[in-house]
């Protein structure tokens, strides 16, 4: 192992991405002790994680998953998890998603086509109000009523490009891109990989204070992330699964769609 660890400490930042990708898609990664996983990250320059996260962590354009999230919005922290299945295309971005019935605001949809109108979202509310279905601004006070992001942020693609931003801002300031600290951790039974970054201080310079994400050695894209702020209380939780790659229909993100509950 000692002898494969040199090998790829002396692949540029790139081939070390690629590499990293390769030994997850193959189970080799998943074969390997902790300690063999920790020194494989330590012999990582710190540019490979930037290159890892911009173009080998989320492979296509257009998937379906679902995700638990929780999110502080106006200092409160829900206390429970939107449960949400989400139709994702990155170029044109196209997104909708649905409110599942075990999380909180279920029942809810909304509708997103930048191609067809870019400024707005098409949905309603769960519950007795669902049977309103209306445009709202994407940007507006009612979109962010539940949430800080925008709907255009739902994809992957979204964690990539805050990895990409953050340490934009690290090099700035000096400092290193490479995650302050790296260990596996036991989640529910779940061997995972912990990257952190903990940086000077919060947004806009950084996403957050402190960011984690989490893979499970056996997908490409993290199954987990999390963020805190400068006092160290939770600012998000988000659990991914059940990415699947998909090929969409014009149907897909048409609100005449069958299968959605637009009105």
């Known amino acids: 192992m000692s002898a494969d660890v040199d090998q790829f400490r002396c692949l540029t930042a790139d081939k070390q991405a690629a590499s990293l990708r390769t030994r997850i898609e193959n189970h080799s990664l998943l074969a390997l002790t902790d300690e063999q996983i920790l020194s494989l990250m330590d012999a990582m320059k710190p540019e490979a994680f930037v290159d890892y996260a911009k173009s080998d962590?989320?492979?296509d354009d257009a998937y379906e998953y679902r995700m638990f999230r929780q999110e502080r919005v106006s200092g409160r922290w829900p206390d429970?998890?939107?449960?949400?299945?989400?139709?994702?295309?990155?170029?044109?971005?196209?997104?909708?998603?649905?409110?599942l019935p075990d999380g909180a605001?279920?029942?809810?949809?909304?509708?997103?086509?930048?191609?067809?109108?870019?400024?707005?979202?098409?949905?309603?509310?769960?519950?007795p109000l669902h049977i309103v279905s209306g445009k709202i601004a994407i940007d507006g006070l009612f979109a962010h009523a539940q949430?800080?992001?925008?709907?255009?942020?739902?994809?992957?693609?979204?964690?990539?490009r805050t990895v990409e931003h953050d340490v934009r801002s690290f090099r700035d300031e000096g400092l290193t891109?490479?995650?302050?600290?790296?260990?596996?951790?036991?989640?529910?039974g779940m061997r995972l990989l912990?990257?952190?970054?903990?940086?000077?201080?919060?947004?806009?310079?950084h996403y957050a204070q402190r960011v984690r994400l989490l893979f499970d050695l056996q997908h490409l894209w993290p199954?987990?992330?999390?963020?805190?702020?400068?006092?160290g209380r939770l600012l998000e939780l988000i659990h991914f699964e059940d990415v699947v790659p998909r090929h969409w229909s014009e149907s897909t993100f048409d609100r005449r769609n069958p299968e959605y509950g637009f009105h």
């Not at 605001?105 to 769960?126: C, N, R």
């Not at 891109?177 to 529910?188: A, G, M």
């Not at 990257?195 to 806009?204: F, I």
């Open 194 to 205: 912990a990257w952190t970054w903990t940086a000077p201080s919060g947004p806009p310079a």
């Open 80 to 99: 429970r998890p939107d449960h949400m299945v989400i139709r994702y295309q990155d170029n044109p971005r196209k997104v909708y998603a649905k409110w």
């Open 147 to 160: 949430s800080r992001h925008s709907v255009r942020d739902l994809g992957l693609q979204f964690i990539a």
């Open 177 to 188: 891109e490479k995650p302050t600290r790296i260990e596996l951790v036991n989640v529910q």
């Open 57 to 59: 962590m989320v492979l």
């Open 105 to 127: 605001h279920a029942g809810q949809e909304i509708l997103y086509d930048e191609t067809a109108d870019p400024d707005s979202i098409f949905g309603h509310l769960g519950g």
């Open 223 to 231: 199954i987990g992330e999390a963020t805190w702020d400068e006092r």
